[in-house]
């Protein structure tokens, strides 16, 4: 089993920044790939970024390019996502995920599915 508890949630104002951690614990060895999903109410869960183990492989949702970072220090057991520039309709609860398998692709959803998620960290940007 794999435990994960997400942080660094709150309110922003739009423009600004917030980075999201997630400490993994117990049988961490059977993670490989990691991720960041966010579901706002009345809508579905997406992928906003995910990381494979040693990070060389990364994958961003086009929405998110070039103002969010997904990282991991496998050594700390801890992933991060650096959000800059966020906008109002980002509001979301954010969800870090540990899965083993495939780590990026239109499948993804359901491979982070088959692994063990946190409870969600509630990001909220006001305009």
């Known amino acids: 089993q794999v435990q994960l508890v997400e942080s660094g949630g709150g309110s922003v104002q739009a423009g600004g920044s917030l980075r999201l951690s997630c400490a993994a614990s117990?049988?961490?060895?059977?993670?490989?790939?990691m991720g960041w999903f966010r579901q706002a109410p009345g809508k579905e869960r997406e992928a906003v970024a995910t990381?494979?183990?040693?990070?060389?492989?990364?994958y961003y949702a086009d929405s998110v390019k070039g103002r969010f970072t997904i990282s991991r220090d496998n050594a700390e057991n801890t992933l991060y996502l650096q959000m800059n520039s966020l906008k109002p309709e980002e509001t979301s609860m954010y969800y870090c995920?540990?899965?083993?398998?495939?780590?990026?692709?239109?499948?993804?959803?359901?491979?982070?599915?088959?692994?063990?998620w946190g409870q969600g960290t509630q990001v909220t940007i006001s305009s």
């Open positions: 995920a540990a899965w083993g398998g495939v780590c990026s692709g239109s499948l993804i959803l359901g491979w982070a599915n088959s692994g063990y």
């Open positions: 117990g049988s961490t060895y059977s993670i490989y790939c």
């Open positions: 990381i494979s183990d040693a990070g060389g492989a990364t």
